[in-house]
Every structure is written in structure tokens, then in C-alpha cells.
């Protein structure tokens, strides 16, 4: 069976997950680096194995979390829905079985809060831990008089973290944000439908979502 370490040394995907990265940094935007989708991949994964669900289950998570903006390398725009398009073909010439390359590209296609639903387990797990990555460590402006909104926000944030209570099925967010640098409500200006997003995700896995920030429930 296909892992993330096959994922991670096919040459295609590395290509296009460096030069997606690459184009985004040349619109200016956040970074999408082996950062990103690493720690994206091992908190998906992490979600699925604390709730109980199976080993397998868990590296799709990991593989769809993995891949899920290598779509970038084509457009930011619909990038969840192309880079299912670039992932299918290569997963299955990989060798992977074909029910899995479909609820590995479905995650990935629906991992974007602009159309994105929480059609399976492993995209569920996706949408959490895709947009619990908000931190300063993202942005590439270093000028701060220029940031804009999204800049402020990911700046502001000193720590983000997702923890997941098996017992209780919480899912929760915590974000400790400055707010010297943005006050909290700017974040819900941008991320407010990322956060309903992630509550439909959380109830997919039978959880309830939380969302703390600066040790305030908020959600």
C-alpha cells in the first residue's frame, strides 16, 4: 500500500509542490512550503488516530494532507480542485488502489472553505488541520507597513495548536493572538468561514469544535 514516504519522494509532486510554492510567494502570498503541508499532514493524521479511527484512514489523512495544495503550481483559484485533477493520475500510476486515490482527491478537492464539504473522514480531518495553520512563521512580507489584513492576522498569531479529546469528541483550536498587532475580530473578518467550515468537519466526526483564543472559548 501507498504511504506519505512514497508520496514525498515521487519527483512529479515534489516539482510541482516546490514551484507552487514559488508562484504564490510571487503574488505575494502566504507561505505554502514543506512547512505547511508537513505539519498539515501529520496533524491530519494525528486527528484520525486519536479519534480511533483506522491505521489506514490515518495515512490517507496524512497523503491527502500531504498533497492538498500542490494544485497551486496551476492557480491559486480552485487549487483544491486542480490539484485532485494533477493527483489522480499519479497516485493511481503509483500503484495506489483506486477507492483510496478517490477519497484522497475528494479531500483534497474539498478542502477550500469556498466550496469545500466534509465528504469523508479524511476530509474532515483535512479541513482542521489545514486551517489551524495561521501563524507569523507564514508571511513572506517583511515590510509591516505594507501588510494587509491577511498579513496582519497570521502575524499576530504567536501560537496555534489543535487538540483533540477522544473522550469528551472535541476538536479544539487554540490561537494566542496579539492584539497590539490586530484585534481578534479582524480574524474573524477573514476566517469566519473558515471556522464554520471546520465545525461541519468536526461534526462529520461525530466531534464538537472549539475555538479558544487567548484562553477565551469563543466557539
Same mark, same amino acid.
Given at each position: 500500500?501507498?504511504?506519505?514516504?512514497? %508520496?514525498?519522494? =515521487?519527483?512529479?509532486?515534489? +516539482?510541482?509542490?516546490?514551484?507552487?510554492?514559488?508562484? *504564490?510567494?510571487? &503574488? /505575494?502570498?502566504?507561505?505554502?512550503?514543506?512547512?505547511?503541508?508537513?505539519?498539515?499532514?501529520?496533524?491530519?493524521?494525528?486527528?484520525?488516530?486519536?479519534?480511533?479511527?483506522?491505521?489506514?484512514?490515518?495515512?490517507?489523512?496524512?497523503?491527502?494532507?500531504?498533497?492538498?495544495?500542490?494544485?497551486?503550481? %496551476?492557480?491559486? =483559484?480552485?487549487?483544491?480542485? +486542480?490539484?485532485?485533477?494533477?493527483?489522480?493520475?499519479? *497516485?493511481?500510476? &503509483? /500503484?495506489?488502489?483506486?477507492?483510496?486515490?478517490?477519497?484522497?482527491?475528494?479531500?483534497?478537492?474539498?478542502?477550500?472553505?469556498?466550496?469545500?464539504?466534509?465528504?469523508?473522514?479524511?476530509?474532515?480531518?483535512?479541513?482542521?488541520?489545514?486551517?489551524?495553520?495561521?501563524?507569523?512563521?507564514?508571511?513572506?512580507?517583511?515590510?509591516?507597513?505594507?501588510?494587509?489584513?491577511?498579513?496582519?492576522?497570521?502575524?499576530?498569531?504567536?501560537?496555534?495548536?489543535?487538540?483533540?479529546?477522544?473522550?469528551?469528541?472535541?476538536?479544539?483550536?487554540?490561537?494566542?493572538?496579539?492584539?497590539?498587532?490586530?484585534?481578534?475580530?479582524?480574524?474573524?473578518?477573514?476566517?469566519?468561514?473558515?471556522?464554520?467550515?471546520?465545525?461541519?468537519?468536526?461534526?462529520?466526526?461525530?466531534?464538537?469544535?472549539?475555538?479558544?483564543?487567548?484562553?477565551?472559548?469563543?466557539?
Amino acid at each position: 500500500m501507498i504511504t506519505v514516504d512514497d %508520496v514525498k519522494k =515521487n519527483p512529479i509532486l515534489d +516539482s510541482f509542490i516546490r514551484k507552487g510554492n514559488e508562484f *504564490l510567494g510571487a &503574488m /505575494g502570498y502566504t507561505e505554502h512550503s514543506y512547512r505547511h503541508i508537513n505539519l498539515v499532514s501529520s496533524i491530519s493524521k494525528n486527528i484520525l488516530d486519536k479519534l480511533g479511527y483506522s491505521k489506514r484512514e490515518a495515512e490517507l489523512a496524512a497523503i491527502a494532507g500531504y498533497l492538498h495544495d500542490v494544485g497551486n503550481v %496551476v492557480s491559486r =483559484n480552485d487549487h483544491g480542485i +486542480s490539484g485532485a485533477t494533477i493527483c489522480c493520475p499519479i *497516485l493511481l500510476q &503509483m /500503484g495506489m488502489n483506486p477507492d483510496e486515490v478517490a477519497i484522497v482527491i475528494s479531500a483534497i478537492a474539498n478542502h477550500e472553505e469556498q466550496y469545500g464539504q466534509p465528504v469523508s473522514t479524511v476530509a474532515a480531518a483535512l479541513i482542521l488541520a489545514d486551517k489551524s495553520d495561521v501563524h507569523r512563521s507564514r508571511v513572506r512580507n517583511q515590510e509591516f507597513a505594507t501588510f494587509d489584513i491577511h498579513d496582519r492576522v497570521n502575524y499576530a498569531v504567536e501560537n496555534s495548536l489543535v487538540w483533540v479529546d477522544e473522550k469528551k469528541r472535541t476538536v479544539t483550536m487554540e490561537l494566542t493572538i496579539n492584539i497590539e498587532i490586530t484585534p481578534v475580530m479582524e480574524y474573524f473578518e477573514i476566517f469566519l468561514t473558515r471556522m464554520i467550515l471546520c465545525r461541519r468537519a468536526a461534526v462529520f466526526l461525530n466531534c464538537v469544535f472549539e475555538l479558544v483564543v487567548n484562553g477565551a472559548k469563543l466557539l
